[in-house]
């Protein structure tokens, strides 16, 4: 079955540097997200993404992060100065085709476990 | 914004007992997902509901949205140790929310002992 695939898998970061995480959603969706779960709370709705461009975003989706669709596979969450507060697990998502999308589950991966020190 | 209450928080089974985990809305529900998560891994997907009333079962777990798609439950029969884990639920808004946006519970932590 295909997969959304996440990497890397664990990142640690000094405070203040830039990250970059990786997503290949599943190739035939349209619909892409990030969601975090900071360690011992709620999975949390950070931004989604359509055709190209944001199509919503949450309180937490500030100006330190921005996403982006630079190829035909990858979905790249970046956080510009990383904060102690930022440290979470990740979790790519996506959606398919939108005629079909509910009845159809939203697919996570696995998510990548930043760690700012 | 959308609440979701699990209930309870976290639970723990002798092997072989029966279970039942609570989702309840403040709103009512477009949709209905149960995810399990290992601890401090990625959510797999189980179930998804979006009729009153209905129910759906897959091996020895069972979901449940009530009429008014205000609350699921989510139960397991003759528990395993393969069914310790975290349970969310997630909830999908409908109209007016962006497609793919759910909001989720706190989880409730499942331990199965032998």
């Known amino acids: 079955e295909p997969e959304v695939t996440q990497t890397p898998s664990h990142q640690v970061t000094q405070m203040g540097q830039e990250v970059i995480l990786r997503c290949v959603p599943i190739s035939n969706h349209l619909y892409f997200y990030w969601y975090r779960q900071i360690l011992g709370q709620k999975v949390e709705f950070l931004v989604s993404?359509?055709?190209?461009?944001?199509?919503?975003k949450s309180e937490i989706f500030d100006d330190q992060f921005s996403v982006e669709r630079p190829d035909g596979s990858n979905f790249t969450l970046k956080i510009r100065s990383t904060k102690l507060e930022d440290s979470a697990m990740y979790f790519c998502?996506?959606?398919?085709?939108?005629?079909?999308?509910?009845?159809?589950?939203?697919?996570f991966g696995n998510g990548t476990r930043l760690t700012v020190t | 914004s959308q609440e979701l209450e699990q209930s309870p928080q976290s639970l723990i089974v002798q092997e072989g007992k029966n279970l039942t985990i609570n989702c309840t809305s403040s709103k009512t529900l477009y949709g209905l997902y149960w995810y399990k998560q290992k601890y401090g891994e990625g959510l797999i997907f189980l179930m998804m509901l979006q009729k009153g009333g209905e129910e759906k079962s897959h091996e020895k777990i069972t979901a449940k949205l009530d009429e008014k798609k205000q609350q699921s439950s989510l139960h397991i029969t003759a528990s395993q140790p393969s069914h310790a884990g975290i349970y969310l639920c997630?909830?999908?808004?409908?109209?007016?929310?962006?497609?793919?946006?759910?909001?989720f519970g706190r989880g409730t932590q499942l331990t199965v002992w032998p």
């Open positions: 993404f359509y055709n190209n461009e944001i199509s919503e």
């Open positions: 998502a996506s959606y398919p085709l939108a005629t079909s999308s509910y009845n159809s589950p939203l697919h």
């Open positions: 997630g909830a999908d808004m409908g109209r007016g929310s962006t497609l793919g946006r759910l909001y």
